[in-house]
């Protein structure tokens, strides 16, 4: 039987967010997209590394599947 893995949801809290670019910095599979007023995480492209979650410098970013103590 194959095991399948679903995608979980991850969000960004735009009251947070501060657009510095951290997190599209981090992202080693280039999941994140941003620009001047939009964020945008594409979960087909995340490999749920945790670095967005760990890297942003405000906190703004948060997925269902991180559950790791900073």
């Known amino acids: 039987m194959a095991e399948v893995k679903l995608k979980t949801e991850m969000d960004v809290d735009r009251s947070l967010c501060n657009y510095c670019g951290a997190c599209v910095g981090m992202c080693p599979t280039d999941a994140i997209f941003m620009d001047d007023t939009v964020i945008e995480i594409h979960?087909?492209?995340?490999?749920?590394?945790?670095?967005?979650?760990?890297?942003?410098?405000t906190g703004a970013i948060s997925a269902e599947w991180f559950h790791a103590t900073v």
Do not use: M, S
């Not at 979960?43 to 410098?57: A, H, L, Q, R, T």
């Open 43 to 57: 979960e087909n492209k995340c490999i749920e590394c945790g670095f967005c979650v760990v890297g942003c410098p």
